[in-house]
Nanobody, 120 residues
C-alpha cells in the first residue's frame, strides 16, 4: 500500500503562483515516474506534467513556460511550481506515481486531489 499526501492548493488571483507538493510513503519498490494531473468541472482528467527518475520532464502545452515539475528521489516527493496562473488552470490537481516492482509489474497510485482555484 502506498499513500500519497498532497498539499499546497488554494485560491489565488490571476497571475499569481502556487506550489503543490506530494509525498509518497508505504510499500515503495521503485518509483519510475511521478506526475501531476488535473480535472476541471465537466472535463476529463488531463496530464499536466510528469518527471522520470532520471529527471526527464514532460508538460502539456498549455502550461509550458509557466509550470515546473521537480522531484526528490531520496524523499519520494514531487512538486509542481505554478506561475502566471490563469482561471483556466482552475481544477482539482492529482498526484500520480508509477511504482515498479520487478516481480509484480507497475502499480499506479493516486493522491486524493487538491483544489486549485484562480479567480479575482
Amino acid at each position: 500500500q502506498v499513500q500519497l499526501v498532497e498539499s499546497g492548493g488554494g485560491l489565488v488571483q490571476p497571475g499569481g503562483s502556487l506550489r503543490l507538493s506530494c509525498a509518497a510513503s508505504g510499500t515503495i519498490f521503485s518509483i519510475i515516474r511521478m506526475a501531476w494531473y488535473r480535472q476541471a468541472p465537466g472535463k476529463p482528467r488531463e496530464l499536466v506534467a510528469s518527471i522520470t527518475g532520471g529527471g526527464r520532464t514532460n508538460y502539456v502545452d498549455s502550461v509550458k513556460g509557466r509550470f515546473t515539475i521537480s522531484r526528490d528521489n531520496a524523499k519520494n516527493t514531487v512538486s509542481l511550481q505554478m506561475n502566471s496562473l490563469t482561471p483556466e488552470d482552475t481544477a482539482v490537481y492529482y498526484c500520480n506515481v508509477d511504482n515498479y516492482s520487478t516481480n509484480r509489474g507497475t502499480y499506479h497510485h493516486w493522491g486524493q486531489g487538491t483544489q486549485v482555484s484562480v479567480s479575482s
